[in-house]
């Protein structure tokens, strides 16, 4: 008998997908096309099992789709840019681009033993200057029509790293790499016009049913469509209204001051000539703006001493305050506080001292005193107090909408639908990414590039021995001619939000060789993606930056309108986690240890590490096994994680248990939307069940063809059915459920007595139906029981529905509740005939001793209760 020899029959196998070519991807109008995709890696080095367990699940459907009869498109390329490449250069010297390619190198070196079926002819990075300069000309296109702009903005900067960050990276006021107190400075910066889209990109979310409910809602939020209603409230002084943004102006009655943005027009004019007011300004500046760090920070104001009058109560005079929680980015960067309404409004009321006025209450629980802040839900019923509308007893949206028709009726206010989306700011300070494709002249301003001078492409010979942007003291890349007077200019040295590389890559596998960002032709023939694999945490930017450059590039002639919408359907795949093993040093600070390192022994973890005596001597346990090192601490499973240590490196089980071991395992154990944990037992455990199968298929291979069979046509309904359920599993994306009904239908094969051709059948099924998940193995099988070609082209087995109908059903009897015995009936058979069948049986008699049953229950199809 031969051995499963995972390490021999991975590498022929592949050898022969690539000498055959199958995975290359055809335009063809014989077949109809299918397009797999999954978020394409930042080529860090190293793949890990999250990349595994990603890019398996898409193999499994484009394998399928291909076995199918379909075109498939499945491409693969790198997100290249960004700020890793540069840190790595500074720490250790070199250039970003060497470091950046020979890690793209290193990481195919290591995804193509997986056995990925891959067209690797259409792999690019975005760092090619093939790639960014397309981009560039997409930039272009999109600034002739309107959807790329310029303008000042405030934004996070490092003054250590000399760059903008995003409000990600500002952690506790902190640049996240440099940890420098990060400033608020305004720059000119370039941003696209995504806020135009807001409603657009709001009501097609409802028509993207096969994506997950929740990546949908998480997009409604981000975008955060509100109805409101503007307000100018009027200086005393006589100065210009302060306009107020509200989407609760029910609460009007409880307003008792105004706080406008640090950064607010009013807020920079008094600064002039406030010192106090200034200081604050500056210290506002270095605060973290994220949403989470705003909701936690200290609420500080300072008195502006400017008051406006009340729109409804005029001899009530509100005070105007600057306050460090207002952002003037959203509405018009100023608000009225209602503390009775509001917990933040309520923290700065007491701290500074202003009046708090309920402006309605709870039906049955009228409260004057404001312990803490009363908001409801809009659909819940509140009692208003003395509402200038004539509202009484209503819900808080009715008021909401009869506060916006007083408002707009008396010519108070103007109702207004706000969006929490901002335009999109896209310029970074930094060498490593797309150059953004403009240049400076003292006499024409800003010039887009020529398209024949495009790629702008980035100098090799910069150096990161000083902060900043090497671009802006490069020697000769920053100097360069006007494109439209000929006059000397200067390049813009800002590069691309990388978020831009990755918002349209997706159209660029289409025809990644394109003198043009795309071919229409190719583009209408693959797009759109018809599934896209990725984790959650690409959930809101990159999915909702995608949607808008889908819309962009058909607006600019790049995509078919069909494509605005460029993800058919969506599946994010859940974790791979794995044990902390933790010991703790002298100090008793946490030590991590790779699971390599540890042995489980009796439910125990232990260090492999030997224990000795002071000669050397290994000690032995009352077993005579050597003892080892102290217990290890496990920490229940978590996300794979460099700085724990409980990483599982992929080669190393690619070379120890082979690759379809890997990818059998990470699909078996858990539903893919889910975390998986992985364990040294379950990879052992997989590795014993693809050999069972190679052995199976051996022992078929040696049988007897003229022995005779037992069972044959049990065998073959088993076959339909297994082929009919891991179908049904694998459109589904139920890999998991998928591969336990292989398994089950292992065992049946295991045991059937049926006679050598239908067990060859039945084996060659198995094989193509484990293709998907387990490629190498499944073509060594079908060679081995002389298939035809390749099992990757052959079609996919159909389940004959003749085969799924049973001929007979198993009946259980039950007497007295207990399981006595079972009948094979047919499936029809009368309920009547089924009694008489039951009662026939010898221990149903024996029981029954002669008399009659009390009561004969039949439920058809389950079982048969006899009551005695």
């Not at 999109?424 to 010039?447: A, E, F, K, N, T």
């Not at 100090?587 to 489980?600: A, F, N, S």
């Not at 120890?656 to 379950?682: C, I, K, N, Q």
Request: aromatic share 10%; with cysteine.
């Amino acid at each position: 008998m031969s051995r499963y020899s995972a390490a021999e029959i991975e590498a022929k196998w592949q050898e022969a997908w690539d000498k055959a070519g199958i995975f290359r991807a055809t335009h063809t109008d014989d077949k109809p096309k299918y397009y797999v995709l999954e978020m394409f890696p930042y080529p860090s080095g190293r793949i890990h099992m999250g990349h595994v367990r990603n890019y398996t699940m898409g193999d499994v459907i484009a394998r399928y789709k291909l076995a199918t009869g379909h075109n498939v498109l499945h491409p693969m390329g790198w997100d290249a840019f960004g700020m890793p490449a540069e840190n790595a250069a500074m720490a250790i010297g070199g250039h970003p681009k060497d470091w950046t390619y020979q890690n793209i190198d290193d990481m195919r070196a290591q995804m193509k033993p997986l056995g990925l079926s891959i067209d690797w002819s259409r792999e690019f990075a975005t760092c090619d200057p093939e790639y960014y300069g397309q981009q560039q000309a997409l930039f272009l296109d999109m600034l002739e029509k309107g959807l790329v702009y310029r303008k000042n903005a405030v934004v996070n900067w490092d003054p250590v790293d000399m760059t903008v960050l995003a409000n990600e990276q500002v952690i506790d006021g902190k640049g996240w790499r440099s940890g420098a107190e990060v400033e608020r400075r305004e720059l000119t910066q370039w941003f696209f016009k995504i806020s135009d889209f807001s409603e657009e990109l709001l009501e097609a979310l409802d028509g993207l049913d096969n994506w997950p409910a929740k990546v949908r809602l998480m997009q409604e939020n981000w975008i955060g469509k509100s109805r409101g209603i503007e307000i100018p409230f009027h200086r005393t002084d006589g100065g210009d209204p302060v306009l107020c943004y509200s989407t609760r102006p029910d609460t009007m009655r409880g307003a008792s001051f105004i706080a406008i943005s640090p950064e607010h027009p009013l807020s920079r004019e008094l600064a002039g000539g406030n010192a106090e007011l200034a200081a604050f300004i500056a210290e506002t500046r270095k605060m973290d703006t994220t949403e989470a760090a705003m909701e936690k920070a200290e609420k500080k104001g300072i008195d502006t001493g400017i008051t406006v009058r009340h729109p409804i109560y005029p001899d009530i005079q509100l005070p105007v305050w600057v306050g460090n929680f207002v952002l003037m980015d959203y509405g018009t960067g100023a608000v009225f506080g209602c503390p009775a309404h509001d917990q933040r409004d309520l923290d700065f009321a007491r701290k500074y001292g202003l009046e708090v006025r309920n402006a309605f209450y709870m039906p049955g629980d009228e409260v004057e005193v404001v312990n803490d802040a009363l908001v409801p839900a809009k659909s819940e019923k509140v009692v208003y107090i003395d509402h200038f509308a004539g509202i009484a007893e209503a819900t808080s949206q009715d008021g909401i909408d009869a506060t916006i028709d007083y408002f707009e009726a008396n010519d108070l206010g103007k109702g207004q639908v706000k969006y929490r989306l901002r335009d999109w700011g896209l310029s970074r300070q930094r060498y490593w990414g797309c150059p953004i494709p403009v240049v400076h002249c003292d006499d024409c301003g800003v010039v887009p590039e020529k398209k024949e001078n495009l790629p702008v492409q980035l100098p090799d010979d910069v150096t990161f021995d000083i902060p900043g942007n090497p671009l802006d003291r490069h020697p000769t890349w920053r100097n360069c001619s006007c494109p439209k007077c000929g006059n000397p200019a200067k390049r813009e040295t800002d590069t691309m939000d990388t978020f831009v590389d990755s918002s349209w890559y997706f159209a660029r596998f289409t025809a990644p060789r394109a003198e043009t960002p795309t071919d229409m032709a190719e583009a209408d023939y693959w797009m759109n993606v018809d599934q896209y694999i990725g984790g959650i945490e690409h959930a809101i930017l990159h999915l909702l930056y995608s949607r808008f450059f889908a819309r962009a590039m058909n607006l600019t002639g790049h995509l078919p309108a069909r494509a605005i919408e460029p993800f058919n359907a969506l599946f994010t795949q859940g974790m791979v986690t794995h044990e902390i093993y933790q010991t703790r040093d002298g100090k008793g600070r946490p030590v991590y240890h790779l699971p390599e390192e540890v042995e489980i022994r009796d439910g125990k973890a232990y260090l492999k590490r030997e224990l000795a005596d002071e000669s050397g001597n290994v000690l032995l346990d009352s077993s005579g096994l050597p003892l080892m090192g102290s217990d290890i601490e496990v920490i229940p499973s978590a996300k794979m994680s460099k700085s724990k240590k409980n990483v599982v490196d992929p080669v190393n089980i690619i070379s120890a248990y082979g690759a379809d071991t890997a990818r059998w395992f990470v699909l078996s154990d858990s539903p893919p939307e889910r975390d998986v944990e992985w364990t040294a037992s379950g990879a052992e455990a997989a590795y014993k069940h693809l050999s069972r199968v190679w052995n199976l298929c051996d022992r078929i291979g040696a049988m007897d063809a003229d022995a005779p069979g037992d069972g044959n046509e049990d065998l073959l309904r088993e076959m339909h059915k297994t082929i009919r359920d891991v179908t049904l599993g694998v459109e589904s994306f139920g890999f998991n459920a998928a591969i336990a009904r292989l398994y089950a239908f292992t065992n049946v094969l295991s045991k059937s007595k049926a006679g050598k051709a239908v067990q060859k059948q039945a084996i060659m099924t198995l094989a193509q139906l484990m293709s998907p998940m387990t490629p190498h193995l499944a073509e060594d099988i079908w060679a081995h029981q002389g298939g035809e070609g390749l099992i990757a082209n052959a079609p996919w087995p159909k389940a004959d529905e003749a085969m799924l109908v049973d001929q007979s059903v198993t009946l259980p009897i039950q007497i007295n509740g207990k399981r006595r015995a079972e009948i094979s009936v047919p499936p029809d058979m009368d309920k009547a005939e089924v009694e008489k069948t039951a009662l026939a049986t010898d221990v149903v008699q024996k029981a029954l001793e002669g008399g009659q049953p009390k009561k004969v229950i039949v439920v058809p199809g389950r079982i048969v209760n006899v009551v005695i």
